[in-house]
């Protein structure tokens, strides 16, 4: 077994990812260990992290500030001068508690630090718990545009606590819903329909519901983890939702929309190409457009808003010699990538998609 695919294996959950943590801990002994968080999660997950680490060892807590909106370089910069002046070495050990924006940007820091230093994920968001922390994928964005500088480089371990999750708004919990309904999509038509069905999530059903998605993921990323096939699947309703993401962000007039909220409406959009490209089933177009509805509404694109946003995708991270490519569905459960997508029926869909 290679070392992906062994860290593919190292996702632990609740009181075992604990003792997994200590005594990893205890046989690595880190010169000493540097606990990325934000203000969010320094506030409200920080000291119930540190009560559950037994081992005596030295460690100093590195702050940024919560947002994609600090995703980006200079953030970094921050993080590496701190770790500089904190004295850290190649034996230190970066653990990540917070979200998607503190997992990747600490994964992409500790991978870059004298060359490369060990890091932990604990995810404490459900978007980052069945996707961020999962899969190696580590970086930050440039400028509006998502996830243009980074590494793959797999942690030494993800721990799961699904009780930090008690810690989010309602928001933010369908945030990451968007992600674990994507997994149903690409992969799993029961799973998909167990998903969609859930007015409200439930907290006793969370930790079988994220096993199973990070099962999917971690199942498709184990096959291909560079992204050169199969793991590319995983993109469904990102190609239009990270520009949507991308160009709400950085337009102050428009509402800012979390991750999953633009990948929401980027799953419509999508599954309306499907209809058209693929001849993906109409009637579950229909069915998947009412449950999306349900759960995130409908946000409100003007002409021109469309033109930006399809300006945007050419710098989609799947594109090759300058063709974007998109995730589209034959079913639920059969996706194909590397579709060309005619720019007319990118207006159709959004056309669908306004007017549903």
């Known amino acids: ?32 260990v540097f606990i990325l968080v934000d203000n969010n999660t320094h506030e409200h997950c920080l000291s119930k992290f540190l009560q559950k680490i037994k081992n005596e060892i030295q460690t ?11 995703k980006h370089l200079q953030t970094c910069e921050g993080v590496w001068n701190a770790l500089s ?28 630090f004298k060359r490369g230093i060990k890091f932990i994920n ?6 980052s718990m069945v996707d ?9 964005d440039l400028g509006n545009l998502k996830n243009q500088i980074g590494v793959i480089n797999q942690p030494e371990m993800v721990l799961i606590d699904a009780t930090y999750l008690t810690t989010l708004s309602s928001q933010e919990m369908r945030s ?8 149903g999509l690409i992969a799993d038509e029961s799973y998909w329909k167990k998903v969609s069905n859930l007015k409200e999530l439930d907290y006793s059903d969370l930790d079988k519901i994220i096993e199973e998605s990070v099962s999917i993921k971690g199942a498709i990323v184990d096959k291909d983890p560079f992204e050169q096939n199969l793991r590319k699947t995983l993109n469904y309703g990102h190609t239009l939702g990270h520009a949507i993401e991308s160009y709400c962000l950085t337009h102050p007039e428009k509402k800012k929309l979390l991750h999953g909220e633009a990948i929401a409406a980027g799953m419509i959009l999508e ?11 109409n009637e579950k177009l229909q069915q998947i457009t009412e449950v999306i509805k349900s759960m995130y509404g409908i946000e409100e694109f003007s002409n021109d808003d469309i033109k930006q946003i399809k300006e ?14 998109f995730v589209l569905l034959e079913d639920i459960g059969k996706p194909v990538y590397d579709v060309l997508v005619p720019d007319e029926l990118i207006q159709k869909a959004f056309d669908f998609y306004l007017n549903y």
């Open 271 to 281: 599954t309306y190409l499907s209809v058209q490209l693929k001849d993906f089933p």
């Open 1 to 32: 077994m290679n070392d992906l695919q062994a860290s593919l294996n190292s996702v632990f959950y609740a009181e075992n990812g604990y003792y997994k943590l200590n005594d990893f801990l205890k046989k690595y002994d880190p010169s000493r």
């Open 60 to 70: 100093e807590v590195i702050e940024i500030e919560a947002g994609e909106e600090f």
């Open 85 to 112: 002046e904190l004295e850290a070495d190649r034996k230190s050990l970066v653990i990540n508690l917070g979200g998607g924006v503190v997992t990747d940007l600490g994964g992409f820091v500790a991978s870059t």
């Open 122 to 127: 604990i995810p404490t968001t459900l978007l």
């Open 132 to 140: 961020a922390s999962v899969g190696g994928k580590t970086g930050v």
């Open 176 to 183: 990451g819903l968007a992600e674990i309904l994507k997994h």
């Open 312 to 325: 945007l995708m050419k710098f989609d991270k799947k594109n090759e010699r300058g063709n974007i490519n």
